[in-house]
């Protein structure tokens, strides 16, 4: 089976842009969660989807949205963008509950 | 928030010896999980062992883990150059109805021949 990807996979915007990034998760998986990796703080969990539906978020501003798409597909969004949002985003998707999440290679986006 | 602390923070070994790193959560957890990231890349799934399981073998690999003491150690036994990488603890918990993991600060771990 093919990995998880994410889409792009580097990115430079200014702030005040928004920017969207995407995810296709291992096929068959319905979950899909997204991550936040700094130097700073760590990994840290933004929101998690299944079957279209936000099951779970973190502790992140309004900015930080996403969804996901019936085949499973999911994207995130982040508007208004702050010098602090540089990091590395990643995705990773699993069965359901209780299961090892398989990680995407990442977007790494830096904001100027 | 980080679910827990990682010890130590660094760890440089020769090729062949053992390495060992451990892991505090503060919450309650489903599952505990281990993950490997080389250069900031995407994370590799190694091992997961369930709240109910105390220990878990995987090649190389061995987990324990202590919900009493809410910690967890992860073993590599004869460490080679490539398991130079960054090793990270999460914990799997189930919120909400979803799936959730909360990471710990990870243990750089550095191998050298």
């Known amino acids: 089976k093919a990995g998880v990807t994410q889409t792009p996979r580097y990115l430079i915007k200014t702030r005040g842009q928004q920017v969207t990034l995407s995810c296709s998760p291992i096929?068959?998986?319905?979950?899909v969660s997204w991550y936040q990796q700094t130097p700073g703080q760590g990994l840290q969990f933004l929101f998690e989807y299944f079957s279209e539906t936000q099951r779970n978020k973190g502790n992140f501003p309004g900015r930080f949205s996403g969804r996901q798409f019936s085949n499973s597909r999911s994207e995130m969004n982040v508007s208004t963008l702050e010098l602090g949002d540089s990091a590395l985003y990643l995705c990773?998707?699993?069965?359901?509950?209780?299961?090892?999440?398989?990680f995407g290679p990442g977007t790494r986006l830096t904001v100027l | 928030s980080q679910q827990g602390e990682e010890d130590p923070q660094a760890l440089s070994i020769q090729e062949g010896e053992n390495a060992t790193m451990n892991c505090s959560y503060k919450?309650?957890?489903?599952?505990l999980q281990w993950y490997r990231q080389n250069s900031g890349r995407g994370l590799v799934h190694l091992i997961l062992i369930r709240s109910n399981e105390r220990e878990k073998h995987s090649g190389r690999l061995r987990v324990t883990l202590d919900t009493s003491k809410k910690s967890s150690s992860l073993l590599i036994t004869a460490s080679r150059a490539a398991d130079t990488a960054s090793y990270f603890c999460?914990?799997?918990?189930?919120?909400?109805?979803?799936?959730?993991?909360?990471f710990g600060t990870g243990t750089q771990l550095k191998v050298e021949l």
């Open positions: 919450t309650s957890i489903n599952n």
């Open positions: 990773a998707s699993s069965l359901g509950q209780t299961n090892e999440q398989f």
């Open positions: 999460a914990g799997g918990a189930v919120t909400g109805g979803g799936n959730k993991l909360t």
């Open positions: 096929s068959g998986h319905r979950s």
